[in-house]
């Protein structure tokens, strides 16, 4: 059975193509499924009954799982997604007050390793398909009643106005399966969101980044984390393949394309390792020929980590240091920490394929508050 949240809209057209159906097929399913977040061949109403019977016989449209749903106090809500095989994954929705962000992840787990993300330390067991990432939207989008109406005007704002492809994973580690689900997100017949509105975050995959900027410049948010290789080396290790120099010169020929006139940088404040005074200056300088902005996150400690998040007088100070030298730097705040859905808290279930962490982790754990959390990051 071929799921159709597979497929974007371009391969659901030549999978039609193969069934001799004709292109604005399609179209129609795609906004059926999409748009309308239906899941029911029955339901689609302007499709031929024969076709629909046809493609119950052929098809399926199948979406994630939930394991649990939890809202916090502050409206963030969290799903632990079934990806089977004893592995989930979460998804995040963060209402504000002119947005709704949904952060999704793009792995189960991650091959990275680096040293003070807890998603690195429960190992990798596969990528995601296209389907179970567009799912997470798809997903959201129904239970949050954001679906559209078939025939109702629909040019008012979504609930979910932007995605963030910042949680478990490396998305660019993933790459055809996630910008399969990146031109879904874009296409009018599916989701219709703005280039700017959805963001990819990465540790610094720098030919992925090239090919991103390529085929699907969408927002960019880049990991750095440290100012120099020999630090950079130690929290990110994929810097030992791709350096500063590089990922620097990866982040100007993203702009040349990229749908916003800066790069994120993200930097997570690690007491005595990142956050003095000489680190904001020698981030400055290694940045200064880059239109960027700071996003600071103050570190979320997990079991065994061995790094202490810095006090808010430190972490301010940071800040300061960057907007003095006019960088724009915000500081991400904690959301629906009741539910640990705040950055650092969120537990998903990885079944580690690598074994890298056989030594450290044991036999793998059932799912509990104890397990080593995954973080799912909101952009600013
Ligand atoms: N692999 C991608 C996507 C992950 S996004 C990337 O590296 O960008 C998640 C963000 O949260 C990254 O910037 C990551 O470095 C950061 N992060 C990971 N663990 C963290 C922790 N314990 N506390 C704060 N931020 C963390």
Known sequence: ????????????????????????RARQLSRWMHRFGVDDFGQMTDVAKSLRAKLADLAEIRGPQPLRDNTAADGTRKWLLDMGNGNAVETVFIPET??????????????????????????????LTTAEIIGQLWHANRMLGAVRQPGVDDSGERVVSNVVLMGMGEPLANFDNMTAALRLMLDDHAYGL???????STAGLVPAMDRLRDSVPVALAVSLHAATDALRDELVPI????????????CRRYLEKAPRDFITFEYVLLAGINDSDADAHAVLQLTRTIPCKFNLIPFNPFPGSGYRRPSPERVRRFQELL??????????????????????QLAGQVKDRTRRHAAQVGTARPLTRQSLPITLEVNA
């Open 1 to 24: 059975m071929v799921n159709l949240l597979d497929f974007d809209v371009d391969s659901l057209t030549a999978w039609f193509a193969q069934q001799g159906e004709k292109p604005f």
């Open 98 to 127: 002119n947005r709704g962000t949904l952060c999704i992840s793009s792995q189960v787990g991650c091959a990275l390793e680096c040293s003070f993300c807890s998603t690195g330390k429960q190992g990798f067991n596969r990528n």
């Open 194 to 200: 703005s280039r700017r509105r959805v963001t990819v």
């Open 239 to 250: 810097n030992r393949k791709y350096p500063l120099r590089e990922l620097m010169a990866a």
């Open 323 to 344: 907007i003095n030298a006019d960088v724009v730097a915000t500081v991400r705040k904690t959301r629906g920490d009741d539910i640990d859905a705040a950055c650092g």
